[in-house]
């Protein structure tokens, strides 16, 4: 079988087949310089045609930026300062600027460099004994929590955000040297277009005050605050070849209050509040539960028109759900792996008035994960399906039909198609069973020569 990569993809390979390209890669140097290489490599904009990203202007972020605008971070206050010196204000920031993350950067980094925790960040009021005690809904009822103890939680999560919300401004690039990871914090890249975030690892965005909403679901749910990384009201985003996991703070290992998981982490990427244009290609997602919203809303409204979102060569690894969930948006999905296993909920999300378009994926399904729970219908009418390759537990690979698959064993059908065909491609998609082969080597961070 030919293999055709393109793009990003193509010079990525290239260099990893290099012997030692990939390792050899030095770390900014002690006196705070950038490597050549390094710096040629985070000027890059988006390839031509590279998904939604690339319609309009393009992506480019930081590309532009004059040599006084390119940082070695290392340190939240490093990342701050490049990032503008005021994490109250740098979403504002336009200056064009290359950021080169060098180690690790933790959202819970004090200003005295120190590490904060949970109970330095809570309200005086507020403990978790406390609110357990005060909306249990055996005392409280099935009601939203009000009163003094909900409102010492809001100010805790004030507090909290102050230090793990990280702001970033438009025209940004932020890409990480080999091991560089952001820990213990959010990107929000709100009304900030034009922005690259490639080849970092992020971990535990942790919320450490999760607010109980006892009439989410039929037995109420933990939810937590806080993405690794969140697009609201921006255009052209590129989010490539990074790694998102809890680490080791998986939701799994959390307790259960009021008879539900504690839950402590919300999505990995979340594309809501009128964003579009963005592009997330060979990113690993692993260990998961909740990984990307497309649309936070189901109110017919702004959103409408925008949630154009490209994803592809991306390794879903062990994840639960939301792979992505999707609302109006014009979303196209091909290439990606889907290495489903233990918790398992489903894949692809077809809400309200999306126009989803799967193409030549591959999913490795483990044992108890049956073929027609890869999508779910959160009130959406149609997707198209196409080229798609299923690998089931104890089974041989083979074609799969995700519509005629979903719609034998639930009620109502899906239609089959979503009303339109993706363009912004950089060359045709790879046969659904090259794609493991592909994106097992090439998706998440430390596979680029930095």
């Given amino acids: 079988m030919r293999l055709r990569i393109t793009g990003a993809a193509l010079v990525a390979l290239s260099l990893l087949l290099v012997p030692g390209a990939a390792v050899t890669a030095a770390p900014g140097s002690d006196d705070g310089t950038i490597p050549r290489h390094v710096e040629r490599f985070a000027r890059q904009p988006l390839p031509a045609g590279d998904g939604w990203a690339a319609a309009g202007p393009g992506t480019t972020g930081g590309s532009a930026a004059t040599a006084d605008q390119v940082h070695l971070v290392r340190s939240r206050a490093d990342l701050i300062r490049a990032l503008g010196g005021d994490n109250a204000t740098n979403r504002a920031n336009a200056t064009p600027k290359v950021i080169v993350v060098d180690g690790v950067v933790d959202g819970f980094e004090g200003p005295d460099g120190s590490l904060l925790d949970c109970t330095d960040l809570a309200d005086p009021e507020y403990s978790l004994?406390?609110?357990?005690?005060?909306?249990d809904p055996a005392v409280w009822g099935m009601v939203a929590p009000s009163g003094p103890l909900e409102a010492a939680r809001v100010r805790s999560v004030t507090n909290q955000t102050r230090y793990t919300q990280i702001n970033v401004g438009p025209n940004t690039t932020i890409v990480g040297m080999r091991g560089?990871?952001?820990?213990?914090?959010?990107?929000?890249?709100?009304?900030a277009s034009n922005v690259i975030v490639r080849n970092l690892t992020f971990d535990d965005?942790?919320?450490?005050?999760p607010a109980w909403s006892p009439t989410d679901g039929?037995?109420?749910?933990?939810?937590?605050?806080?993405?690794?990384?969140?697009?609201?009201?921006?255009?052209?985003?590129?989010?490539?070849h990074n790694t998102f996991t809890d680490g080791d703070n998986p939701d799994s290992a959390q307790p259960e209050y009021f008879g539900?998981?504690?839950?402590?982490?919300?999505?990995?990427?979340?594309?809501?509040?009128?964003?579009?244009?963005?592009?997330?290609?060979?990113?690993?997602?692993?260990?998961r539960d909740?990984?990307?919203?497309?649309?936070?809303s189901n109110t017919v409204g702004p959103d409408v028109g925008r949630l154009k979102v490209t994803l592809h060569h991306n390794l879903f690894d062990q994840v639960v759900q939301r792979l992505p969930r999707v609302r109006f948006g014009q979303v196209d999905i091909y290439n990606n792996w889907y290495r489903l296993g233990a918790g398992f909920d489903y894949a692809i999300g077809v809400g309200v008035q999306s126009a989803v378009y799967a193409e030549n994926n591959h999913f490795t399904l483990g044992a108890g994960i049956a073929v027609e729970d890869l999508l779910y219908d959160w009130g959406g009418?149609?997707?198209t399906a196409r080229g798609n390759w299923v690998h089931a537990h104890r089974s041989l690979p083979r074609p799969v039909d995700l519509v005629a698959a979903y719609n034998a064993t639930h009620d109502p059908d899906l239609g089959a198609d979503a009303g339109w065909t993706p363009t912004l491609r950089t060359g045709r998609p790879l046969p659904a069973p090259a794609v493991p082969l592909v994106v097992g080597v090439l998706a998440g961070a430390d596979r680029l020569p930095l």
């Fill in 129 to 135: 004994p406390a609110y357990l005690a005060a909306y």
């Fill in 180 to 191: 560089a990871r952001l820990t213990g914090l959010t990107l929000m890249i709100d009304t």
């Fill in 205 to 209: 965005a942790r919320d450490c005050f």
């Fill in 218 to 240: 039929s037995a109420g749910n933990w939810n937590s605050q806080y993405d690794q990384i969140s697009v609201r009201r921006s255009e052209n985003v590129w989010i490539d």
């Fill in 260 to 287: 539900r998981p504690y839950q402590v982490h919300d999505g990995s990427l979340d594309v809501t509040h009128t964003a579009s244009l963005v592009t997330a290609s060979y990113n690993r997602f692993t260990g």
């Fill in 290 to 296: 909740k990984l990307m919203l497309i649309g936070s």
């Fill in 381 to 383: 009418t149609a997707i």
